[in-house]
């Protein structure tokens, strides 16, 4: 693609040197920029692009998209008010608008996107379209296909725009479903992207060292319903205390569609019953349909995951017996709620927020014999949002009989710092009911000698992850294949 023709429409601030080359391709790291690239100077938390600019042209960028010109770059200088955001317009213009030809459906919230972009996929499925999805897992373009890598739960724009046009151009398939994070569409990772339908899962503290408030948050999310357009779709959990919020952001000629257990909403359940087994419930739609719902998952959050898929399908024009049929038939999502080991019942989970914390504990204990013990082994992550390591703390210990609190992906932070801010959290520090271990194996080991077979255990903050970040390195690091390895003879 010619220069010119990338940059038609760019609210650009000053070319530099401009002739009108060929540009084959975008790159926003240095070491793997390419000949042809147009080199993008992204400022971020700990770098900044524009001090890598001329190694760039060295290893071959034809032109460099930047804040602020170099007199030592003679090749052609674009500059932007904001790379970050420009990047998304330049990838969507270079990629010829791939989402233009997509159904694309963006699911964001605090928790529950994983789980729920696997469901929407599996409805359009049972529904006989092709549907790929993308999300933390990385992006697969079938239900029962592989995994392909990814670096964030979205990818950054260049990497998003060119998934996107392989699927439509190269795998033929016309509808996406995507994670979209806070971070993301803060960032403009999104932006060209249209998306036909957009879902909250739910608004609760999470990202509060990057957001700074929930107000900022909030902000951060809506983006996503903001940019609907008249014809497209929103799906809403109504008993989210932000619900109200949401829906105000939403354009006139956007259909609006609501789900919910305490609230009166369009798709609801209601006779919920939870057992080792699943989930039963009643689906009401619209007040008049009922339809008896028998799930393989389990939990009140997978209730909400399921009734937000629904509500999708029903957006989607999806017959509704057809969306129960696939999602009955799912067994789970890697790192969700995720039974591990038997006897004691050991469950590994993602949360590692104090929602999600609550949600799965409450979940656990309604499967926990009246003989048996509920555990919750956890820790918080290093250098993320350190007020809400308390709160995780408190839930544990209100909703556990016992906790042990040990690392999680430390970071750059002094894990037994992070454990002092878990424990100012708790009300008391009783050796019976509270055991610290910093090491993660090594509490995992201990579940051992501390449980009986009726016990239901939950190893809470990694999930599907299968590495630890420690301040020096990152590890291979499994939750799942450390408890199969202390349990042996009792795994799933």
């Known amino acids: 693609m010619k220069l010119e023709e990338l940059i038609e429409y760019l609210d650009f601030k000053d070319l530099i040197n401009f002739k009108n080359i060929d540009i084959t391709g975008i790159s926003y790291n240095s070491k793997t920029t390419k000949k042809g690239d147009i080199f993008v100077c992204l400022t971020g938390e700990h770098t900044d692009g524009h001090d890598y600019a001329a190694n760039a ?11 602020r010109k170099s007199d030592e770059i003679k090749v052609p200088q674009i500059i932007v008010s904001s790379t970050r955001h420009k990047i998304a317009d330049i990838a969507d213009r270079f990629y010829s608008s791939p989402s233009k030809g997509i159904n694309l459906i963006g699911i964001t919230g605090t928790n529950g996107k994983t789980t729920v972009t696997h469901l929407i996929q599996k409805i359009f499925e049972e529904n006989s379209q092709k549907c790929a999805l993308i999300g933390t897992l990385g992006y697969k373009l079938s239900s029962d296909g592989e995994y392909r890598d990814a670096k964030h739960t979205t990818p950054q724009a260049p990497e998003l725009q060119a998934t996107l046009r392989m699927i439509k151009d190269v795998e033929k398939i016309d ?8 971070h993301a569409l803060e960032q403009n990772r999104t932006g060209g992207c249209r998306f036909n339908g957009a879902v909250l899962t739910n608004l609760t503290q999470d990202h509060l060292d990057y957001h700074i408030t929930m107000d900022n948050y909030f902000e951060a999310k809506s983006i996503l319903f903001k940019g609907l357009k008249e014809g497209c779709f929103a799906v809403i959990n109504a008993d989210d205390e932000y619900a109200q919020r949401f829906l105000g952001k939403v354009a006139e000629g956007v259909r609006k569609y609501t789900y919910g257990v305490k609230n009166n909403a369009d798709v609801c359940a209601k006779n919920i019953h939870f057992s080792l087994n699943g989930a039963e419930f009643t689906l009401v739609i619209n007040n008049t349909q009922e339809y008896n719902v028998n799930l393989h998952l389990n939990g009140m959050f997978s209730v909400y995951n399921v009734l937000a898929a629904v509500t999708t399908a029903l957006a989607s024009n999806i017959n509704i017996e057809t969306a129960l049929k696939a999602l009955q038939n799912v067994k789970g999502v890697a790192g969700r709620f995720e039974a591990v080991v038997k006897k004691p019942l050991v469950i590994v989970d993602y949360a590692h927020t104090p929602d999600g914390l609550e949600n799965v504990l409450k979940s656990a204990r309604e499967i926990t014999p009246k003989d048996g013990k509920l555990i919750c082994l956890f820790g918080c992550g290093g250098d993320r949002d350190a ?5 995780m703390g408190a839930i544990a210990e209100k909703l556990s009989d016992k906790i042990v609190i040990t690392s999680d992906n430390p970071r750059s932070e002094d894990p037994q710092t992070i454990i002092t801010d878990i424990i100012a959290g708790l009300k008391s520090v009783n050796t019976d009911s509270v055991i610290v271990e910093p090491d993660r194996a090594a509490a995992i080991a201990l579940l051992k000698t501390i449980t009986n077979n009726n016990d239901v255990v939950i190893i809470a903050g990694k999930g599907h992850e299968d590495y630890q970040i420690l301040k020096d390195k990152t ?9 199969r390895k202390i349990f042996e003879g009792s795994v799933i």
């Open 57 to 67: 042209v060295e290893n071959g960028a034809a032109a460099v998209l930047a804040e």
């Open 175 to 182: 509808n996406v479903v995507m994670e979209v994070s806070s």
């Open 387 to 391: 007020t809400k390591r308390p709160k």
């Open 475 to 483: 590890i291979h690091f499994d939750d799942r294949e450390e408890a």
